[in-house]
Nanobody, 119 residues
């Protein structure tokens, strides 16, 4: 059974940082790309960042480029999204997904983790 579990969300002030983790089980992470999506109520789901399988590259949306960094540890079955200089527009529920290219949505999703940026 494939499971993706996000962690690391929370509330921060503008300019702050958070690190989100997506821990994967039930599949060999090296064979899969992983993408982070953000959902805000009333808006379409937005692709934020993704890491392709087999080292084919990382991608970022224009809104987070230069502030967010995605990385993966295949041995630990974990993908991390380091978020810096957070702004209120970054708020939302962040989901990881077995998609690997911008912004392909794979079949497996995590439950989501809430990120709130507010003063």
């Amino acid at each position: 059974q494939v499971q993706l579990v996000e962690s690391g969300g929370g509330m921060v002030q503008p300019g702050g940082s958070l690190r989100l983790s997506c821990t994967v089980s039930g599949l060999t992470l090296d064979y899969y790309g992983i993408a982070w999506f953000r959902q805000v109520p009333g808006e379409e789901r937005e692709g934020i960042s993704c890491t392709s399988n087999r080292g084919r590259g990382n991608y970022y949306s224009d809104s987070v480029k230069g502030r967010f960094t995605i990385s993966r540890d295949n041995a630990k079955n974990t993908v991390t999204l380091q978020m810096t200089n957070l702004q209120p527009g970054d708020s939302g529920v962040y989901y990881c997904n077995t998609g690997g290219g911008p912004w392909y949505e794979g079949p497996y999703w995590g439950q989501g983790t809430q990120v709130t940026v507010s003063s």
